[in-house]
């Protein structure tokens, strides 16, 4: 019998409970003659003339607390749609996309790789501009070592998630995406590309700006540390800079959440004799506070989407922006 992985279980249920969501499936995986989907849902304005924020999770299967985080959102929404003029209101000038599980057999198996031991975050069609960090990086040495590039192209997830990203590129006026993962640091990160690169992103200065308007309207909720993934540590095959191209006429903001989840395991060391618990709070008070630490910034995002401030910015605020990001970020 199919073990179906709890939250893609949840997912389903929230597809066939409502019918306002627009789910789809952009691809099957196959493992151990069972598929697995990997699945997009939709809700909102539709039209191409709208601003769109994506929400993704679950790259890597084994972090479990970035696919609840996006579906603790998901699930949010659809309730309060059903009560909530001021979101119902806000939805017919944004849409919202979802692929809270981009890595279902990942998540079945508990693994950061997907079915064939390939991490998919170093699987993208791109090689990094400078040397990387050993392993950790992206190797083609074995599938048996973590952080491994696959020896077969690009795997159906990672081209599942390419090909997704590319269309809602066309299909809306703007894209802010939040792909949400954990495992790094003691705090919160939001990460954007270059990983394989220390050029500066095209977006740069829109996420500088971004950044600025989230601590001015929410000092006390901005515990994220921001900067380009390259500072932290540099790998091949990231999907973001891959699909973060110098020609984008739009706005394109992708922006990786990194949570601090070596704090969980500061607080409570046992979580070391458990793979999983290098990922994800096992406490249960630890999982709750992570489940509503991300909700303010999300929903700033939205906000930040429909006032199309970011779509309408002149150019003069945009050059002070591009200049201000270089200083702070890449002065070398
Ligand atoms: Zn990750």
């Known amino acids: 019998m199919q073990?179906?992985?709890?939250?893609?279980?949840?997912?389903l249920e929230l597809i066939e409970?409502?019918?306002?969501?627009?789910?789809?499936?952009?691809a099957e995986v196959e493992f151990k003659s069972h598929r697995y989907p990997v699945i997009s849902a939709e809700v909102?304005?539709?039209g191409c003339d709208v601003p769109c924020i994506l929400f993704v999770g679950g790259v890597h299967g084994v972090e479990v607390i970035g696919i609840q985080v996006i579906m603790a959102l998901l699930e949010s929404i659809l309730s309060r749609l059903e009560w909530d003029s001021?979101?119902?209101?806000?939805?017919?000038?944004?849409?919202?996309a979802f692929v809270p599980i981009v890595n279902p057999v990942g998540l079945l198996n508990g693994t950061r790789c997907n079915g064939q031991r390939v991490d998919l975050m170093r699987n993208a069609p791109i090689e990094a501009e400078t040397k990387v960090t050993f392993l950790v990086g992206g190797q083609k040495l074995s599938s048996h070592l973590p952080w491994y590039r696959g020896h077969q192209?690009?795997?159906?997830e990672t081209q599942a998630l390419i090909q997704y990203v590319?269309?809602?590129?066309?299909?809306s006026s703007s894209?802010?995406?939040?792909?949400?993962?954990?495992?790094?640091g003691m705090t919160d990160h939001i990460w954007f590309p270059f990983a394989g690169s220390s050029k500066p992103v095209s977006s740069v200065g829109l996420i500088y700006?971004?950044?600025?308007?989230?601590?001015?309207?929410?000092?006390?909720?901005?515990?994220?540390?921001?900067?380009?993934?390259?500072?932290?540590y540099r790998t091949h095959g990231d999907i973001w800079d891959y699909l973060a191209t110098p020609k984008d006429d739009k706005p394109f903001l992708p922006l990786t959440l990194e949570m601090g989840s070596w704090n969980w395991v500061k607080k409570n060391p046992r979580q070391m004799f458990n793979f999983a618990g290098f990922f994800n709070p096992q406490k249960q008070h630890r999982q709750l506070r992570a489940l509503r630490k991300h909700t303010v910034l999300m929903h700033f995002l939205m906000d930040l989407a429909a006032s199309r401030e970011l779509e309408n910015m002149n150019l003069e605020l945009l050059l002070k922006q591009n200049n201000a990001a270089l200083n702070r970020w890449y002065q070398c």
């Open 3 to 11: 073990v179906v992985p709890t939250e893609l279980q949840t997912l």
């Open 17 to 26: 409970r409502y019918p306002q969501l627009h789910a789809r499936t952009l």
């Open 44 to 46: 909102g304005a539709k």
């Open 86 to 96: 001021q979101l119902q209101q806000l939805l017919t000038k944004i849409k919202l």
């Open 153 to 156: 192209g690009v795997e159906q």
């Open 166 to 171: 590319e269309q809602l590129k066309t299909n």
């Open 175 to 184: 894209l802010i995406s939040l792909d949400a993962h954990s495992g790094f």
């Open 209 to 232: 700006y971004l950044e600025q308007l989230y601590q001015s309207s929410y000092p006390y909720h901005n515990h994220y540390s921001f900067s380009p993934q390259s500072l932290i």
